[in-house]
């Protein structure tokens, strides 16, 4: 499905003029810093549809010539076009507040397309200056970024908006960052007859963890994949623990492995390679190359049977299940006396090995690929 960025014009792509708020000629014409790059980014990186849509009140009067309005906007597009930023469509409407007008933000009448089905709104952006723009998204069912200084919540919550909206920042750079986020996450179900199994991953997170596979030391592990890779990962794994526990880490592994495929994406811009990792006596090592083709190499021996509830012999199992659906080379050594130290530290390595590889470059949009594709 598609998705859309609604952008409000004055106030968010040029600078709206305090005095009247209205930017009716050339002279007043002032770009907010940092809107050409951040877009251009936002047209070349994303699969985001550009939409203005803004309140232009008036136009068409002897208050706001429709050849002002005209000669602003030309401006407007062909500055943009220059810098590589044509827009998929824009939306005016010329009324004024005390006309009632559906079309008028925040009501949703120019928007009827957006509506039809053919629009993920639920993942799509209204970015404006103004709260109509927040109530527009309410509206549309999406989500808003308010274009504004820190510090205005307050206001939402008196608007009962604060739901609505998902960042508050006048930075164009901060919201870019924001959106790139937001575009790099999957969820993944994998049911069979032995096992339940919920993955979601976002991997521009903050480390945030929510583990539950019924094994102690495997949910402690994947914990440290979420916090040393600064993603944030969700596993509820519901398995056949009365059998044993190897269908549970097996088809845990290849659910984060598929999740972690779907949400690299189109690998446009990612580090591709990637981490060595002391802990106490033990040194892991763990190389990784998101190049499209799984492999695994393994050097790790362990001499107890169990770490906590789950079988040494399971470790090598788990990373070759990631490694299988996330088509990813892999290749883990670690050297050491202490087994718990060993193992996390294999861990801890990984995490740091996949947040590496996994890192955008920003406003980077090169495969890093001499063949084309990966």
Not at 89 to 94: Q, R, T
Not at 142 to 157: D, K, M, V
Not at 292 to 320: C, L, Q, Y
Not at 334 to 347: A, C, P, Q, R, T
Request: hydrophobic share 40%.
């Amino acid at each position: 499905m598609k998705r859309a960025l609604f952008i409000d014009r004055d106030g968010t792509l040029i600078v709206e003029p305090p005095e009247d708020f209205q930017v009716d000629s050339l002279e007043k014409l002032e770009f907010v810093p940092g809107v050409f790059r951040t877009l251009h980014a936002l047209r070349t990186l994303t699969d985001f549809e550009l939409v203005i849509v803004s309140n232009q009140d008036g136009l068409g009067t002897d208050a706001y010539p429709r050849e002002s309005y005209e000669k602003v906007q030309e401006k407007i597009e062909t500055a943009f076009k220059n810098e590589g930023v044509v827009f998929d469509a824009i939306h005016i409407d010329p009324s004024l507040p005390q006309d009632g007008s559906p079309d008028r933000k925040p009501g949703t009448g120019m928007l009827g397309e957006y509506m039809s089905g053919e629009y993920d709104l639920k993942r799509s952006f209204v970015i404006g200056d103004r709260l109509t723009d927040i109530e527009l998204a309410r509206n549309l069912g999406a989500r808003g970024i308010l274009f504004a200084p820190a510090g205005q919540a307050e206001a939402l919550e008196q608007h009962d908006l604060q739901d609505h909206c998902a960042l508050i920042s006048n930075n164009w750079d901060a919201i870019y960052r924001y959106l790139r986020g937001q575009l790099r996450t999957a969820t993944v179900e994998r049911k069979t007859g032995e096992t339940d199994v919920k993955v979601t991953l976002a991997l521009d997170g903050t480390g945030r963890s929510e583990i539950s596979t019924g094994l102690g030391f495997f949910d402690h592990m994947l914990e440290q994949i979420a916090r040393h890779g600064q993603m944030d990962l969700e596993v509820r794994t519901r398995g056949d623990l009365h059998v044993d526990e190897h269908h549970t880490i097996e088809d845990t592994g290849l659910a984060f492995g598929e999740a972690l495929l779907k949400a690299i994406g189109d690998k446009r811009g990612i580090g591709r390679y990637g981490f060595v990792l002391p802990m106490d006596e033990a040194l892991a090592q763990v190389a990784i190359d998101l190049g499209g083709r799984p492999w695994i190499v393994w050097n790790a021996e362990f001499s107890r049977e169990k770490i906590g509830d789950m079988p040494t012999e399971m470790f090598f199992h788990f990373f070759k299940s990631v490694s299988d659906a996330a088509k990813m080379n892999l290749n883990i050594s670690v050297s050491g006396d202490n087994e718990h130290h060993k193992i996390e530290g294999i861990f801890k390595a990984f995490a740091r090995a996949l947040r590496q590889a996994t890192a955008v470059a920003d406003n980077s949009s090169e495969l890093p690929s001499t063949k084309g594709t990966l």
